[in-house]
């Protein structure tokens, strides 16, 4: 056991104070499944932005980064970096048209825009194969993390570290709803940046790193430093970079960077007090996910190339964790380095992380099944009493079973292609779905089936039957292609939307654009997108800058650190002015 009496003090401490917050709350949640879902609707923006901040920062997210960078260096970050384009197409198109739908979850979404029984289908099916089956793969994903932290860390079994995690953070989220997930979350950030800045000024002082001069020279790292790929391997700048900016972004669903605003993100967005707040929400986000974070998980990771620099390294060190060795062990082996108290801070970050994410996929998947399964389709008239209740329920369920699934995961990597591949396909349908009539509920169908299936083909048949095997990038590539071609042919040869509820959707949202003319007359002129488009690029552009000008100072290069900066603030200027206007 690693931990003194001083580090488990903080761990206590945390834990108190995360029931404290939902049980403080506990009574305004439970007054209506809005409250307990959605917080009222009148979330500021801060608040709202920080908790997706906090959310995506969960416990298995510098590991995945360490994964990353000890497999394919810095430059294999772009496999996630890439997703920015998605968040500020979000923020500046898709912010506004979420909040004007008025609706309680993303998934209620499908009725408003589809009709008949097909758009029935789909929000059923839809809300219990995201709420419940892939919201507990993403969970098990953070799980394994929390896992592998408390197994070497702590020197838990796995099933005791979820039993001891995921309690706590079901009786806060069951008791507060999104209220208490919020406040929490805002508690959990700053805990969580303290916490990995710490880690990464530790890993440095370390002898056998040697400082930033050391770390930066060190023979095992120099080869992993570069921050884009060597395009000379033209199959690993495929796979790392070119994938990744060229299609993934705009083509992928993947939970935290839905083409389009959904899941989670959908949440906070319909939790906001007013459009102003939803974009405000978004856009701080994103800017504080891909620009403020991320230095220093790479540090971390850099520094575990010195100190673990093979696997068998890493098992001859955690013998007891034999078992989960994998590269992604890197992060939290680093840890045990931290002093006492200092330890126990980093550690209650991660359980904060973990916290933060799980309560935020409780409450979201929780809110599927009682507002568009159970009060759609099973009980209709439920009393908001019944409901609440029932989200409570759910939210406990959900744990279970994700506790479950994560015994049986192995790296958290392994983990992120699989979602990729399920969604790959479907990222174009979410973005033109608010534009073009045509596509229908069926459009959707076709998208989500062919996506799934195509999944289960590669990782399980595709090697087995005799084929070539296919690298992530390729398979992911091939889901794409797929998929699209399925659904674009299904919403050609199906029977479109009944006019009368495009008609309504056109009043009720107000798109705008050359896809709705039929049904908008004279305000399809009025249409917002390319100036959209244009604060998309430079919100990317600024925060790309800041991201890798931050980078070149690390590494020492300050003449192109200056230039990128300078880049980022003449980007962050125009955003400005554009916006204004």
């Known amino acids: 056991m690693l931990l003194s009496s001083l580090d488990w003090s903080f761990i206590a401490i945390y834990f108190a104070l995360s029931i404290a917050i939902g049980a403080a709350v506990t009574r305004r949640a439970g007054q209506s499944s809005t409250e307990f879902f959605a917080a009222g609707k009148q979330m500021p923006w801060w608040l709202l932005g920080v908790s997706m901040v906090a959310t995506t920062f969960s416990t298995d997210t510098p590991n995945l980064v360490t994964d990353i960078v000890r497999r394919d260096g810095v430059a294999g970050n772009w496999v996630w970096w890439a997703f920015l384009l998605t968040g500020m197409l979000t923020v500046f198109v898709y912010a506004r048209l979420w909040k004007r739908s008025g609706v309680l979850t993303d998934i209620e979404f499908y009725e408003l825009r589809y009709s008949g029984k097909p758009a029935a289908f789909l929000r ?9 089956f892939f919201n507990i793969v993403i969970m098990a994903s ?21 039993l ?3 309690t706590v953070t079901v009786i806060y989220s069951s008791l507060g709803g999104l209220r208490g997930v919020l406040i929490t979350d805002l508690i959990q950030f700053g805990m969580a940046m303290i916490g990995g800045i710490s880690a990464a000024v530790v890993a440095l002082r370390l002898p056998e790193v040697g400082g930033l001069t050391g770390l930066l020279s060190h023979e095992n790292v120099v ?4 921050l884009l790929p060597d395009f ?17 972004w705009w083509s992928v669903w993947y939970p935290g960077a839905e083409p389009g605003g959904g899941g989670y993100i959908a949440q906070r967005m319909l939790a906001a007090k007013d459009e102003d707040n939803a974009v405000g929400a978004v856009f701080l986000f994103n800017a504080a996910h891909y620009a403020l974070r991320p230095w220093p998980w790479i540090i971390v990771a850099l520094s575990s190339l010195i100190i673990f620099p093979e696997l068998d390294d890493l098992r001859a060190a955690f013998p007891e964790a034999a078992d989960i060795v994998n590269h992604d062990l890197g992060y939290p082996a680093m840890l045990t380095f931290l002093p006492a108290g200092l330890l126990g801070l980093v550690v209650s970050s991660l359980i904060a992380a973990y916290m933060s994410t799980i309560s935020t996929h409780l409450n979201w998947g929780a809110s599927y099944l009682v507002h568009d399964v159970y009060k759609r389709f099973v009980n209709p008239e439920a009393e908001e009493s019944l409901l609440v209740l029932t989200g409570r329920i759910s939210t406990v369920v959900l744990m279970i079973f994700a506790g479950a699934l994560a015994l049986w995961l192995e790296t958290a990597l392994e983990s992120f292609w699989i979602m990729l591949q399920i969604g790959a396909g479907t990222g174009l349908l979410f973005i033109l779905r608010w534009f073009w009539w045509r596509i229908n509920a069926m459009s959707e169908i076709v998208a989500m089936t062919a996506s799934f299936l195509i999944a289960v083909y590669f990782r399980l048949f595709h090697e087995s039957l005799g084929f070539t095997p296919l690298g992530d990038g390729q398979q992911l590539v091939a889901g794409v292609c797929i998929t699209t071609i399925a659904w674009v042919m299904a919403t050609i040869l199906s029977q479109p939307t009944e006019e009368s509820v495009l008609k309504s959707f056109v009043e009720k949202i107000n798109p705008g654009g050359p896809g709705w003319g ?20 430079l919100g990317c552009l600024a925060v790309y800058a800041f991201l890798f000008g931050v980078g070149y100072l690390i590494y020492g290069n300050l003449a192109l650190a200056m230039t990128i900066l300078a880049i980022g603030t003449a980007a962050s200027f125009g955003l400005f002015k554009t916006w204004k206007s």
Do not use: C
């Open 164 to 166: 001891v995690a995921g």
């Open 232 to 248: 000379s391997d033209p199959s690993h700048a495929m796979a790392v970079f070119i994938i990744p900016i060229a299609v993934q």
């Open 518 to 537: 039929r049904f908008q007359g004279s305000e399809s002129g009025d249409w917002s997108v390319p100036k959209g488009i244009l604060m998309m690029v």
């Open 223 to 226: 080869g992993k430093l570069n």
């Open 124 to 132: 059923g099916f839809r809300a219990v194969y995201l709420g419940f």
């Open 142 to 162: 953070v799980s394994l993390a929390a896992i592998k932290i408390g197994g070497v860390l702590l020197g838990l079994t796995p099933i005791q570290t979820i």
